[in-house]
């Protein structure tokens, strides 16, 4: 296909943003899945939060547009093909990985209503409904906004222009392959939905790591992509779990107990790969000298804030503290990477641990020094749980850049989870 060409001829009823409601990233599924089980009449808000600033999203950005694709999401609805590779596909070595239940569900679903303003030189948009139905909009909301950012750029550039800037795009992808392909025992997989450029340059890139990389490149999140390529969906847990079953602790003691209750959940309904731990919410130090012996048997830990290294490191002092082998652990390494810091990492923990690595915006939305002023280059735009039944949600993690809830609400949960002096890094996506 030729993008260049698309985006000059581009008319959006022809490309939507979403084309589906797969069109987001696997572990979303599985985490409705689970929420719909165990949680399903939660009320949760969901917010944008753009931690960008300096990108002025609603100047940049048509509010009718916006409201365009936006409604366009709300039409969609589950295909019958979608169904059926939902329900008949073997997803981590098992078949049915979705009840029959839950599909049903899934099958009758349209996204709820969402709120939309503008606040100054940018937007406010929520989401506030039964957390299974709510949660569902935070991939295609920021795919709609890094896109229609991405189109409001374009727009100001000629034909010529346009092709070169993709031209030169390809290449400087193509250039980070050729380097990864110095390691062949590196084990990749696309986690760039959440911020990608736009669905076509997400597609082209994971082509290209199917050609570039063959067996190094393992598969992707985004469940239609996954689909239309015939590719393994990978996926497991994010942050958005513990964060609202904290929210809704009644005391200290329940708020202690809550990021184990999350994984206790999890235990009884995956295995093999799916049990992975993500310890860093509320800090992965004090998450793991609390965590239960149970916990120590599970494939793995991903790595997805702090110092990648040293997030590492703690995890394998933690797993030989447990008489647990490291050597048959997997690590999955998930933070801002690009190939340069993919191969260091691969260098320092090949052989110590079963390395992977999830490559997410820097994969697919690196334009950066390709377009004027740099305006195409990515920047750090979240869609969070905010509240859970009217309490607010807080997030920790090893970054404290990365911090968000309200304030005494932070210092209480640093208190409660033993979160003491951190290293602030800077946030690049």
Known sequence: MDIATRVWNHKWKIDPIVRSLIDTDFYKLLMCQSVFRNRRDTQVTFSLINRSTQVPLAELIDEGELREQLDHIRSLRLTRGESTWLRGNTFYGKRQMFTPEFMEWFENLALPPYHLERVGDQYELTFEGKWPEVMLWEIPALAVLMELRGRAVLKTMGRFEIQVLYARAMTKLWEKVEHLRSEPGVRIADFGTRRRHS?????????????????????????????????????????????????????????????????????????????????????????????????????????????????????????????EDPTQKLVIFSDGLDEKKILELYQQFHGRVRVSFGWG?????????????????????????????????????????????????????????????????????
């Open 199 to 323: 669905f076509l340059w997400q597609d082209w890139c994971v082509q290209a790591m199917i050609e570039g990389l063959g067996s190094s490149f393992v598969g992707t999140s985004n469940c239609l992509i996954a689909k239309n390529r015939d590719l393994e969906a990978i996926g497991t847990n994010a942050h958005e779990l513990p964060m609202v079953y904290a929210a809704l602790a009644e005391d200290d003691a329940a708020l202690a107990r809550a990021p184990y209750e999350v994984l206790a959940d999890w235990h009884e309904e995956h295995e093999g790969n799916l049990r992975i731990i993500l310890p860093d919410t509320y800090g992965t130090e004090g998450f793991l000298q609390k965590a239960p012996d149970w916990l120590a048997g599970w494939t793995g830990i991903r790595i997805d804030s702090g110092d990648p290294a040293t997030g590492a490191e703690t995890a394998i002092r933690w797993w030989k503290a447990r008489g």
């Open 361 to 429: 915006t820097l994969l697919t939305n690196d334009f950066r020094g390709l377009a004027p002023d740099d305006g195409l280059a990515p920047f750090s735009l979240v869609c969070k749980a905010v509240s859970a039944d009217g309490n607010p949600t807080v997030k920790l993690s090893d970054n404290p850049n990365k911090a968000m809830g309200p304030k005494d609400e932070i210092e209480r949960y640093k208190r409660v989870f033993g979160v003491g002096p951190q290293r602030a890094q800077e946030v690049i996506v």
